[in-house]
């Protein structure tokens, strides 16, 4: 394997920071020549400063197949399963991971990506899978009756310290249940959960929240496994009634996988 050299890697350090943001400059990236250049950038970029020189990476000749691989698997394909690969998705940045994605499969399946000493294993990179939903997540609670009366509209205006102190000096079990109602990613849902007044109703609803509205966020995993064992280990009072069965706004079931990732591209190189 070619070892990059101190130099290079600090011209790949001071031009390809975290938080570089606009400043991304194509020429500097075309002087990157060579697969182990090209796989150190893409080890050590942060994905919160967009994807444009990842897709730059995977577009790129010289690119090699362990380090379009890892950045397949880093994009979390299993996430994207349920979207056709034909679907513009109205996220942009969603979608930019998926134009990644599809940029790789069709690498892949055309040749394109060059064999070199570079690894990658992708069962390492998965770690593990996502277990299935228990029953007693889909039994409704018993409780006081509920209702809604926030709009979504209302609480979706809650930004940072104003939802925060919301939900701090709910009054009532109801009310954080009228919140949690429209929580629809995991830092509000884990302010939810971690509500003295949060009763296992309103737990189980953030629960299906998130599985519906935040599969793709890196925290909600953490957050519903947290509520299940809770759940599990009756940890929440049974204050107001609740049955995910008749909650429109969320799905119960798991959406029909639309496509499949090819099996050279879950094995290692």
Not at 25 to 48: G, V
Request: hydrophobic share 40%.
């Amino acid at each position: 394997m070619t070892r990059l050299s101190p130099e290079k890697k600090q011209f790949i350090d001071d031009n390809f920071y975290e938080g570089i943001g606009n400043k991304l400059s194509r020429e500097k990236f075309d002087q990157l020549l060579t697969a182990e250049e090209l796989h150190y950038l893409a080890e050590h970029h942060n994905w919160d400063d967009g994807t444009e020189v990842l897709q730059w990476i995977a577009e790129h000749e010289q690119c090699a197949e362990a380090t379009a691989l890892m950045l397949f698997w880093l994009a979390q394909p299993d996430e994207y399963l349920v979207y056709s690969l034909k679907t513009e998705l109205k996220n942009e940045d969603d979608n930019r991971i998926f134009l990644l994605m599809k940029t790789i499969l069709a690498g892949f399946q055309k040749g394109f990506y060059k064999k070199s000493s570079l690894h990658f294993d992708p069962v390492s990179s998965r770690g593990e899978t996502e277990p299935p939903t228990p029953a007693f997540m889909l039994d409704a609670t018993k409780g006081e009756e509920t209702y809604v009366y926030y709009e979504k509209s209302e609480v979706d205006g809650w930004f940072d310290e104003v939802f925060e102190n919301k939900v701090r000096n709910c009054p009532d079990a109801m009310t954080l249940f009228n919140i949690a109602s429209f929580v629809e990613i995991p830092e509000k849902a884990r302010m939810i959960c971690q509500s003295a007044l949060c009763d296992k109703g309103i737990a189980i609803m953030v629960f299906w929240r998130l599985k519906t509205f935040a599969g793709m966020w890196t925290e909600t995993s953490a957050l519903t496994k947290e509520i299940v064992e809770k759940v599990c280990n009756n940890e929440y009072q049974e204050v107001l009634s609740y049955d995910p069965a008749k909650d429109k706004n969320i799905k119960m079931k798991a959406a029909k996988q639309r496509w499949e990732i090819p099996q050279v591209m879950t094995q290692a190189v």
